[in-house]
């Protein structure tokens, strides 16, 4: 059984860079099947996808917020991790990582992680 | 960006109701969709995707319809556990994948 799991700090400063990992067990990274990814969630809103890595290394990432966004992948670790620089209150929100199937569904999630942009 | 709009946006409902929830893309997807069930402080759960088709586990009483911009997801006869907020999101193209802003199926 696939089991995805956030990791990194629940608090960031304003204006800082948000740093998250997501260790994926029970199955390969390295998988060509499949797509990596991360999606957030702001207290009691709805779902945004951030972004996306294939296993060649291939990123994809919402426009809104692309010019903030990196997304790396660790095959060695079997991770792949999130960076959202400058961030302020409105990225303050439970972040997601999650398999998505080369059709594009979002078929295994982590448990998230909330993550407060505050100083 | 395909919007998708999804209506009602709650829904109160007894056990044992059939329960229908609509989304509507901006744009045709195909059937390019699906949908996911959320519970109070859960991950999102894939319930159907290509718009009809059940993920493995998924109980029957889910079903999906539906192709173009316009698509249903029917829950028939609602179970306590069946509860949540539900989201649908295209796969048609990105980026990015987008979802509706949620439906929230409550006790009546």
């Known amino acids: 059984q696939l089991q995805l799991q956030e990791s990194g700090p629940g608090l960031v400063k304003p204006s800082e860079t948000l740093s998250l990992t997501c260790t994926v067990s029970?199955?390969?990274?390295?998988?060509?099947?499949?797509?990596w990814g991360w999606i957030r969630q702001p207290p009691g809103k709805g779902l945004e996808w951030i972004g996306s890595?294939?296993?060649?290394?291939?990123?994809y990432y919402n426009p809104s917020l692309k010019s903030r966004v990196t997304i790396s992948v660790d095959t060695s670790k079997n991770q792949f991790s999130l960076r959202l620089s400058s961030v302020t209150a409105a990225d303050t929100a439970v972040y997601y990582c999650?398999?998505?199937?080369?059709?594009?569904?979002?078929?295994?999630w982590g448990q998230g992680t909330l993550v407060t942009v505050s100083s | 960006d395909i919007q998708m709009t999804q209506s009602p946006s709650s829904v109160s409902a007894s056990v044992g109701d059939r329960v229908t929830i609509t989304c509507r893309a901006s744009?045709?997807?195909?059937?390019?969709l699906a949908w996911y069930q959320q519970k109070p402080g859960q991950a999102p759960k894939l319930l159907i995707y290509?718009?009809?088709s059940s993920q493995s586990g998924v109980p029957s009483r889910f079903s999906g319809s539906g192709s173009g911009t316009d698509f249903t997801l029917t829950i028939s006869g609602l179970q306590p556990e069946d509860f949540a907020t539900y989201y649908c999101?295209?796969?048609?193209?990105?980026?990015?994948?987008?979802f509706g802003q949620g439906t929230k199926v409550e006790v009546k």
């Open positions: 999650g398999q998505i199937t080369i059709f594009g569904y979002f078929d295994y």
């Open positions: 029970g199955g390969s990274i390295s998988s060509s099947s499949y797509y």
């Open positions: 890595i294939y296993y060649g290394g291939s990123t």
């Open positions: 744009q045709d997807i195909n059937s390019w």
């Open positions: 290509a718009a009809s």
């Open positions: 999101q295209q796969a048609n193209s990105f980026p990015p994948w987008t």
